[in-house]
């Protein structure tokens, strides 16, 4: 028998989550999307069998509001049992959004469903038939929807050489008092510890990945187009304390998108039909495309092929159409193009339905580099923006002077009133949407004269 043990890391199922609004979907792609976090619940269930694990990690937020869903308890419970009957454990610690508090379940856990509690650290042995201890679980529940303590200082397992794994669910943001305040130093120091099993954060992320590892799983199915990509678990498999590998294992029936697409290098739009072929031909390919595997997670090879997608479209870029067919009715050729879409790509396999189209076009401008030849002011401007977009002190400084403003947010729970999320992509479009608004007055200007 194998020394080490194999196990699956979820978390943030977020159960009774409401279905955000996406327009006047068919009959086929409602269900979908009603169904599509049960789905990847049960796509987590079919890997733990499918790959035999020891057993597996819920890390918090189970449910999306202190009282369960009476669905949402249900359909775990249905879950939870298919699991018992291969005497496959599930250990539980729930998080901000479904504290214990006075929460009661509405049905009853089958015996595999160990539950670790708000009041300490609890800690778990996974043994054996011959008693030997294969690996150690710890963790500790939220009480209340904001736990303000260091509660990772106290996962203090026995000094020995068997695998310890903490469940944790955090920020991981020592300035946040809402979600364990903790810093990723905190959790590397934590004597003994070898797998860090997070929970809170919505994307996939492998933060360390030796020594110990620290990993967040993401959301198992995402429910807004906030929360766009491939969504899925992770399938541990840990031989020893420092020999543990991570492989991801795509759960989400449906795959929300933001698509921004230029219409820059497209000189041949005449009309909004033309726009509407474009959009389609470029839906055709997002369908036919292999998915993206969430940035430094090795992807499990099971051929994993999605429902559909929910697509959010930004269209920019400058070009005659704009003037001519756009300008001044944004909504209602947005309206017109989103319908088209939807009968063209919302019935395909998988499906591609268009949430919204954001029209972001803008009055074509001559050629820059003959302008930046002529025109001195022009040139200043280019210059000045190039010095910003290439030096990282530049950019240091302009985001020191904006001050708070500059945060990045860690999840959706995250997000601050007095903030604004800007990531480095962000920043370079602002940047050139800067120049470029500059460029577009200046020559209006001198239009006028
Ligand atoms: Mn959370």
């Not at 736990?147 to 944790?168: C, G, Q, T, V, W």
């Not at 067919?325 to 268009?354: C, F």
């Amino acid at each position: 028998m194998l020394d080490g043990v194999r196990f699956i890391h979820t978390g943030d199922l977020h159960l009774g989550s409401p279905l955000k609004a996406v327009g006047e979907i068919s009959e086929r792609l409602k269900k979908s999307l009603i169904e599509s976090s049960y789905t990847a619940i049960k796509n987590i269930v079919d890997a733990a069998l499918n790959h035999n694990v020891d057993f597996i990690l819920m890390c918090g937020d189970i449910y999306d509001n202190e009282a369960r869903s009476v669905k949402g308890n249900r359909f775990l419970t249905d879950q939870m049992k298919l699991l018992n009957d291969k005497n496959i454990p599930v250990f539980i610690i729930y998080g901000n959004h479904d504290p214990i508090g006075k929460s009661i379940d509405f049905f009853d856990f089958p015996d595999n469903v160990k539950i670790l509690g708000a009041e300490t650290v609890e800690m778990c042995e996974i043994t054996a038939k011959s008693g030997k201890i294969r690996a150690r679980i710890l963790g500790q529940s939220y009480g209340a929807p904001s736990e303000s303590r260091k509660i990772h200082l106290n996962y203090r397992p026995p000094e020995d050489n068997f695998i310890n794994i903490a469940m944790l669910h955090t920020g991981l943001d020592p300035g946040s008092n809402a979600y364990v305040p903790c810093s990723l130093e905190e959790l590397k120091n934590q004597s003994g510890i070898h797998y860090w099993a997070l929970g809170h954060i919505h994307s996939p992320e492998i933060i360390n990945d030796n020594n110990p590892v620290i990993a967040y799983p993401g959301i198992p199915q995402g429910r807004d187009v906030g929360e766009t990509g491939l969504k899925g678990c992770f399938l541990v498999q840990a031989e020893s304390p420092d020999l543990i590998e991570l492989e991801f294992i795509p759960t989400s029936p449906v795959i929300w998108l933001v698509h921004r697409l230029s219409i820059d290098s497209y000189t041949s739009l005449n009309n909004i039909s033309d726009l509407a072929d474009l959009l389609i031909e470029e839906g055709r390919r997002i369908i036919d495309t292999a998915l993206e595997v969430p940035s430094s997670c090795p992807i499990i090879d099971n051929n994993f092929k999605p429902e559909g997608y929910v697509i959010r479209w930004e269209i920019c870029g400058k070009g005659s159409i704009h003037d001519d067919l756009i300008s001044g009715r944004e909504s209602d050729v947005a309206e017109e193009l989103e319908k088209m879409l939807n009968q063209h790509l919302s019935s395909m396999n998988p499906y591609l339905w268009t949430e919204s189209i954001k029209l972001h076009t803008g009055s074509p401008i001559p050629d820059l580099e003959l302008l930046l030849a002529k025109d001195e002011i022009l040139k200043t401007l280019y210059t000045i923006k190039q010095k910003i977009r290439e030096n990282a002190d530049l950019k240091e400084n302009a985001i020191s002077t904006m001050g708070n403003i500059w945060y990045k947010p860690r999840g959706e729970d995250d997000l601050r009133d007095d903030t604004f999320p800007v990531t480095a992509e962000k920043f370079d479009s602002l940047l050139e949407n800067a120049f470029n608004l500059a460029v577009e007055r200046i020559f209006k200007e001198r239009e006028d004269y």
